[in-house]
C-alpha cells in the first residue's frame, strides 16, 4: 500500500492567504502529474475531496486541495463570502502555485471541479495555458446564467424574507457593523439557499466530516454574485 503524505501548504490569491493541502505518495518519483481540486458551493477542503484526493495520490498524482478566500482555514473578510470571479481567481492562483513545486511535471496538471467548482474549471481551464485536462462532477457551469435563474421559482413569502435579509445586510454595511448571513440549507420555511427533506441527511453527514464548519453564507451571493455572467 502506497504512503500518502498530506502536507499542510498555503498561497497568495490577490493579496489573501489561502490555505492547502497536498496528498503525495512519498515513494513516487518526480515530476508527477498533478490534479488541483476545486469544491462546491461554500464546499472547504476538509470535505468531500480528501477522499477522492487520497485515491489520485494512490494512482500515483500529486493533488493539491485548497480553501477560497473567506472559507475555511482561508484568510479574507467578511467570512463565509461567495464570490464567484474571486473563487476562480484562487483557482489560478493555486494552478500558478502548485507550478512551482519541484515535484510536479508543468505540463501534465489538471483541474478537478465539483458543484460549484465544477462550474469554476470551465471557465478558468480557458484562462490557464498548458492545462492537460479538466474534469466536472456535476457542473453547476449556468447557476448564474439568466437563463438558468428563470426556471428558479421562489415564493413571494421567500423573495420578502430574502429582500429583508439583503436590506439588512445593506444597512449594516453602510454603518460598519458585521455582515447578515443566512442558512446554507434549512428547513421548510426558512430563509436559506438550500431546502428538502432528501437533502437534510445528505448536509448533516457532510457536517460530521468538516472540521470548519461553514453553515451560514453571506447574503450578496444571491444579490450581487448570481448576477454575474457565466463566462
Known sequence: MPEIQEEAVSFD??????????YVNSNQQSPLPCIVMANGFTGTMD??????????????????????????????TPRQLIDITKQREDIIAAVDFIRQDGRVDRLKIALWGTSLGGGHVFYTAARIPDLAAVIAQ????????KEARALVHFSVAFKVKFLFAALVDWVKGLLGLSPHYMKVYGERGELAVFHGEDLREKFQNLEKQKQVLEESVHTPFLSESSALPAK
Open 138 to 145: 456535476v457542473p453547476a457551469f449556468d447557476m448564474v446564467s
Open 13 to 22: 490569491s490577490h493579496g489573501t492567504r489561502c490555505a492547502g493541502r497536498i
Open 47 to 76: 470535505w468531500l475531496l480528501p477522499e477522492y484526493a487520497l485515491r489520485f495520490a494512490v494512482a500515483g498524482y500529486l493533488v493539491l486541495t485548497f480553501d477560497y478566500r473567506f472559507l475555511g482555514q482561508s484568510e479574507g
